[in-house]
């Protein structure tokens, strides 16, 4: 166990019910020397004090003088102690509570994007669809001049017989 976090909460896991248990609260050396027994783990004064500076006030007090150092446990941590059994279980709850939320937010971030990303196409699709429309309403419209020739071919062609033979008779009209 090189992690100090992971030392820290150990010891914390072993510290807690200990206070839980003494309404007068403990000397935090004396139990950071049956820690030591028990698991093999040490601290030093500075690691004590260093321990004590970052959870005193969170997890445990020093109700009496600071020369005094017995640890007193906040009724908060000793409730949480009481419900979830140690701190680390509590704090696992915590951390797992945390990833799901995390994931949620992820899982909707990606769905955000997911739904950006196919309203784009969707724009891009009806734009599509516009410009085909378009294209087809004006080949439909030079295709209803092409069927209107086709329908009165035959009308042109008188028109230009008439106009041809009115040319002729023209030219022997006036010399």
Request: glycine share 4%; aromatic share 14%.
């Amino acid at each position: 166990m090189t992690d100090t976090n992971e030392k820290h909460l150990h010891f914390l896991d072993y510290l807690l019910p200990i206070l839980s248990k003494s309404p007068d609260g403990a000397f935090i050396d004396d139990i950071a020397y049956d820690y030591n027994k028990e698991y093999g783990i040490s601290f030093d004064t500075d690691e004590i004090d260093h321990f004590e500076s970052l959870y005193e006030y969170q997890y445990f007090t020093f109700p009496y003088s600071d020369l005094n150092r017995t640890a007193k446990i906040r009724p908060e941590t000793k409730e949480i102690i009481k419900t979830y059994g140690s701190l680390s279980k509590y704090l696992d709850i915590i951390e797992e509570s945390k990833a799901k939320e995390q994931a949620k937010l992820d899982n909707k971030e990606q769905l955000e994007t997911e739904v950006l990303k196919l309203q784009k196409e969707n724009f891009e699709y009806s734009q599509t669809i516009r410009n085909q429309e378009a294209r087809i309403r004006n080949l439909e419209e030079q295709n209803k001049f092409i069927e209107l020739l086709k329908g009165y071919w035959w009308l042109l062609l008188i028109c230009i017989g008439i106009g041809a033979g009115l040319l002729e008779l023209w030219d022997i009209v006036v010399p």
